[in-house]
C-alpha cells in the first residue's frame, strides 16, 4: 500500500507569472526536504513540538499507526503530506490520525462539495472575488486569505461552491511548511452582505463548514478579523458561534468600520489601498490563475475513488448527517428571526 501511495505524482505544471515572481511558494518536492528557516525550525521546536532530529522518526510512526489500525484506508502516506497533520496537532501521533481521519471523513460526509473537486469546476467563484488571498504575508509569515461574502448572491450560483473554492485554497495555502508552523489570516471584509446572503447557509451548512475547517483540516488559523459587519452580522454570528470551540470564537475581531482597529492587526504594509494599507491594488485574477495552473494536481488528489471506502470509522467522527433536519429546522426558525430583527 505504502508503494502505492508514494508512486503517485504530485507536482503541479509550472506556475503562471505571479507565482515566478516567488509571492506565493510552489508546491512541495516529491521527496520531502525540509525547508523551513533555523528560525522557523526554533518556532516550530517552541510552539509545536517538533524536533527536527526527530521529524521523519515521528513521521514514519504515524505512518506505522495508519497501516496498522486504517489499513484500507486510501491517503497519501509520503513524508510532506503526513507532517501537515503532525503540525497541526503538535506531534501527538493520536490526534494527529484522528485528525486525518476527519480530514478524510468530510469528503464522504459532503460529496457536493468533494465530487470533481477542482479548480476550473468554481473559476465563477474565483472570477466573481468572494475569495482571494494577499500577495504578501503578515510579519509573522502567515498569509491572509481575504473573503469578500458581499461579493456573492444567492441567484448567482448556490452557496455551496464557496464552500469547494474556499477548500482549494486551504489546500493550497497548507502546502507551503512555512504556513504549517505559522498559521494563517483570514480578513473577512462584509460590505455589501445583506439578507439574502445571511440566511441563505442556515445553521447545517455553517455547522458542516465549521466541523471541517476547526476539526478536519490541517490548518492553523490564528485570527479572524471581520470588516465592514452591518448590523445583521450579530444575526451571522449567532448561527456560526455555537459551533466554534471556545478557542476559536476568541479569535473573531470585529472592526466595523475602524480602518484603525485592523491595523494593529494587520499592517498597512501588506494591506491594499481599499483597506488602508500601502501594499498593491488587489489583484483577484493572480489567485485564481494560481489555482488554475494547479488543475492537474487537484484532480490528483481529489478526483479519485473514495477514500473511506472499506474503512469502519466510529459514530463520534462521522458528521451528523440529515436525519437531525426537524432540530436544524426549528433552530433556523429562530435564527431567522435574529436576523431580521438585526436587519
Known amino acids: ?41 526554533a518556532k516550530a521546536r517552541d510552539e509545536l513540538q517538533e524536533k527536527p532530529e526527530w521529524r521523519l522518526r515521528d513521521v514514519q510512526a504515524l505512518r506505522d499507526m495508519i497501516l496498522k489500525e486504517q489499513p484500507n484506508l486510501r491517503t497519501r502516506l509520503d513524508d510532506a503530506f503526513l507532517l501537515r497533520f503532525l503540525r497541526a496537532r503538535k506531534f501527538d501521533y493520536d490526534r494527529a490520525l ?58 448567482d450560483y ?56 476547526q476539526d478536519g483540516f490541517p490548518i492553523r488559523i490564528k485570527a479572524v478579523n471581520i470588516i465592514n459587519e452591518p448590523r445583521i452580522f450579530k444575526g451571522i454570528f449567532a448561527i456560526i458561534k455555537p459551533f466554534l470551540k471556545e478557542k476559536m470564537a476568541e479569535r473573531y475581531i470585529l472592526h466595523g468600520s475602524d480602518l484603525h482597529s485592523l491595523h494593529r492587526q494587520i499592517p498597512r504594509s501588506v494591506l491594499p489601498p481599499e483597506y488602508g494599507g500601502t501594499a498593491v491594488d488587489l489583484d483577484l485574477g493572480a ?29 463520534s467522527m462521522l458528521f451528523e448527517g440529515e436525519g437531525a433536519s426537524g432540530y436544524e429546522e426549528d433552530s433556523f426558525r429562530a435564527l431567522r428571526s435574529q436576523l431580521y430583527y438585526c436587519y
Request: charged share 20%; with cysteine; hydrophobic share 40%.
Open 98 to 155: 484522528q485528525l486525518l481521519l476527519k480530514y478524510q471523513a468530510g469528503r464522504k460526509a459532503w460529496p457536493e462539495v468533494f465530487k470533481d473537486l477542482k479548480p476550473s469546476s468554481v473559476k465563477h467563484v474565483l472570477e466573481l472575488g468572494f475569495l482571494t488571498v494577499l500577495p504578501k504575508p503578515d510579519p509573522h509569515g502567515r498569509y491572509i486569505l481575504c473573503l469578500r461574502p458581499g461579493k456573492w448572491t444567492p441567484n
Open 1 to 41: 500500500m505504502a508503494d502505492q501511495h508514494e508512486s503517485i505524482d504530485l507536482g503541479s505544471p509550472p506556475l503562471g507569472p505571479e507565482a515566478e515572481t516567488g509571492w506565493f511558494p510552489g508546491p512541495p518536492p516529491p521527496l520531502y526536504v525540509c525547508t523551513l528557516t533555523p528560525a522557523l525550525e
Open 158 to 213: 448556490p452557496f455551496v461552491d464557496n464552500v469547494r473554492a474556499l477548500y482549494l485554497t486551504l489546500e493550497k495555502l497548507i502546502q507551503p511548511e512555512e504556513a504549517q508552523v505559522n498559521g494563517i489570516v483570514i480578513l473577512a471584509d462584509y460590505s455589501g452582505v445583506g439578507m439574502s446572503q445571511a440566511s441563505n447557509p442556515g445553521p447545517f451548512l455553517a455547522k458542516k463548514v465549521v466541523s471541517i475547517l
Open 287 to 315: 489567485w485564481s490563475r494560481l489555482l488554475l495552473d494547479c488543475e492537474e494536481e487537484f484532480i490528483v488528489e481529489f478526483c479519485q475513488p473514495d477514500p473511506l471506502e472499506g474503512v469502519v470509522l466510529p459514530d
